[in-house]
C-alpha cells in the first residue's frame, strides 16, 4: 500500500472477495525533500495515508524498512545507468528486484496466498498457466512496467484493478469512503524531487558531472555541457545551440560518449533506428523459434507498440528487426514484447558498440578522424550481477511499524 488511490481500492477488493488482508507499506528511501511533496509515493504523508485506509477497511498494516535493498537495487542502478549514458526506468527495477523479488518472498514466508498490487494490468489463466495482459484502460495500462515478471512470480500475483479505468477506482473509493478517494497521483520517480535527477546521479556517482563538449556527427565541436547526465537519446529541448551550417536545422542528442564527456548531436534523421540489442531477456512465453517471432514492441512506456520481429540470441539477449525504423531508441530503456494484449517478454536496450567522427586530429586504432568507442556490455560486465547480491542481503526486513 503505497498511501494513494490504486493500492487503497485493491486492498478494498481483496476483502471484498474474502481474503484477510494484510496491508504492507515499504519505506524506501531516505524522503526528505519528498516527505511534504505532491505527487511523491512512498513518502512520509504516504505511509500516514496508507495507516489512514488501513483503519477504515479494519485490516492489519505493516511498515517494512526496505531503504538499504531499494538504494543498492534501484538507485544505485539508477545512477550507474545515467553515468554510463543511458536512460533507465527505474520503476521497472523497483518491480523486478524489490517488490516482486524481497516483497514477494517475505509473503511467501508470512502464509499469504498471493500478493495484490495496485497496478493497471490483466492477469488471465491461459492454457499454460497465468498470462500478463495490458489492462483493459489503454490510457492506464502498466503491463510495459511488468515485462521482467517471471512466470513463477506472476502465478503468485494479482492485479484487481486490471479491469477498471481509473475514475471507476475513484469512484469506487469514494463510495467505499476511503480518505485517499481524490489524492493526486504519484510520480513514476518517487527518490528524485521535484524531477531533479542529475543531483540524485551526482550525489550517487561524484563527479559525473563532469563538463564536455557537444560534438556534431560529423566531428565538429558545436558547444560544451555541464555533464552528459543531463541529456538523454531523442533530447531536442535544452541543447542551447544551432548547426551555423544548417540554422533552421534542429539539432537532437544522437548519442552519448560518458568515456569521452561527448555529447553527440545531429538531425532528426539520425535517431532513426531500425534493428537493435537487447540484453537481460525475459521471456514469458519462452524463447521464439530460430527464425524469430512477429510480435509488436515497445521501445518507450508513452509511445504506441509497433510491428517488428524478435531473435533470440546466445548470449541471453535477443535482436529486434523493426518494421519501420523509429526515433529516438534509447540504450537503458525498456523493450516490451507485445502478442494483442499479451506480454511476451522484453529486455533492456543495449549499448551497441559504434564508430563515430571524433574531431580534428582522428584518434588511434582507426581510419584518421574517427574513434572506436567502447561497448555498453565491455565496460559495465558483471555489474547486474553484484547489484542483483546486494539487493538480496539476506535478512528480513525490520518492521518499523504495525498493529
Given at each position: 500500500m503505497s498511501g494513494g488511490v490504486d493500492s487503497a481500492v485493491t486492498a478494498a477488493l481483496m476483502k471484498r472477495a474474502g481474503f484477510a488482508v494484510v496491508g504492507v507499506t515499504l519505506q524506501l528511501y531516505?524522503?526528505?525533500?519528498?516527505?511534504?511533496?505532491?505527487?511523491?509515493?512512498?513518502?512520509?504523508?504516504?505511509?500516514?495515508?496508507?495507516?489512514?485506509?488501513?483503519?477504515?477497511?479494519?485490516?492489519?498494516h505493516y511498515v517494512l524498512d526496505y531503504e538499504?535493498?531499494?538504494?543498492?537495487?534501484?538507485?544505485?542502478?539508477?545512477?550507474?545507468?545515467?553515468?554510463?549514458?543511458?536512460?533507465?526506468?527505474?520503476?521497472?527495477?523497483?518491480?523486478?528486484?524489490v517488490k516482486f523479488a524481497d516483497l514477494l518472498e517475505t509473503a511467501r514466508d508470512l502464509g499469504a496466498a498471493a500478493l495484490a498490487t495496485g497496478h493497471y494490468a490483466r492477469r488471465v489463466e491461459g492454457p499454460s498457466g497465468p498470462e500478463l495482459h495490458r489492462a483493459a484502460d489503454a490510457a492506464r495500462d502498466q503491463s510495459y512496467f511488468l515485462f521482467a515478471t517471471t512466470r513463477v512470480q506472476l502465478a503468485f500475483l494479482r492485479f484487481p484493478l486490471g479491469a477498471m479505468t481509473k475514475a471507476e477506482t475513484r469512484a469506487l473509493a469514494a463510495e467505499l469512503g476511503l480518505p485517499v478517494a481524490a489524492k493526486p497521483d504519484s510520480q513514476d520517480i518517487c527518490f528524485v524531487p521535484s524531477g531533479g535527477y542529475a543531483r540524485v546521479v551526482e550525489r550517487l556517482r561524484p563527479g559525473a558531472a563532469e563538463p564536455g563538449d557537444i560534438v556534431h556527427l560529423d566531428g565538429r565541436v558545436l558547444g560544451r555541457h555541464a555533464g552528459v547526465i543531463h541529456f538523454t537519446v531523442g533530447q531536442r529541448r535544452g541543447l542551447g545551440l544551432v548547426d551555423p551550417r544548417r540554422p533552421d536545422e534542429p539539432l537532437y542528442v544522437v548519442r552519448?560518449?560518458?568515456a569521452a564527456r561527448r555529447v553527440v548531436v545531429g538531425p532528426r534523421a539520425a535517431l532513426a533506428v531500425a534493428r537493435f540489442a537487447l540484453r537481460e531477456v525475459n521471456w514469458l512465453d519462452g524463447p521464439p523459434p530460430p527464425e524469430g517471432r512477429a510480435v509488436s514492441v515497445k521501445v518507450r512506456s508513452t509511445t504506441p507498440a509497433v510491428p517488428a520481429t524478435v531473435f533470440a540470441a546466445e548470449d541471453g539477449g535477443a535482436r529486434v528487426e523493426?518494421?519501420?525504423?523509429?526515433?529516438?531508441?534509447?540504450?537503458?530503456?525498456?523493450?516490451?514484447?507485445?502478442?494483442?494484449?499479451?506480454?511476451?517478454?522484453?529486455?533492456?536496450?543495449?549499448?551497441?558498440?559504434?564508430?563515430?567522427?571524433?574531431?580534428?586530429?582522428?584518434?588511434?586504432?582507426?581510419?584518421?578522424g574517427w574513434q572506436v568507442l567502447p561497448g555498453f556490455r565491455s565496460a559495465r560486465r558483471g555489474f547486474p550481477g553484484r547489484a542483483w547480491a546486494r539487493c538480496l542481503p539476506g535478512r528480513r526486513p525490520r518492521v518499523l511499524s504495525g498493529r
Open positions: 531516505d524522503h526528505g525533500a519528498a516527505t511534504a511533496r505532491a505527487g511523491a509515493c512512498c513518502a512520509g504523508a504516504d505511509i500516514r495515508d496508507a495507516r489512514r485506509v488501513a483503519e477504515r477497511l479494519t485490516i492489519p538499504d535493498r531499494f538504494r543498492a537495487a534501484v538507485m544505485e542502478d539508477f545512477a550507474a545507468a545515467y553515468a554510463a549514458g543511458e536512460t533507465p526506468v527505474p520503476c521497472v527495477r523497483c518491480n523486478q528486484r552519448l560518449e560518458p523493426l518494421a519501420a525504423p523509429q526515433h529516438g531508441v534509447a540504450p537503458g530503456q525498456a523493450c516490451v514484447f507485445y502478442d494483442g494484449t499479451r506480454v511476451l517478454g522484453g529486455g533492456w536496450i543495449a549499448r551497441e558498440p559504434a564508430a563515430v567522427p571524433a574531431p580534428a586530429g582522428g584518434a588511434p586504432g582507426g581510419p584518421r
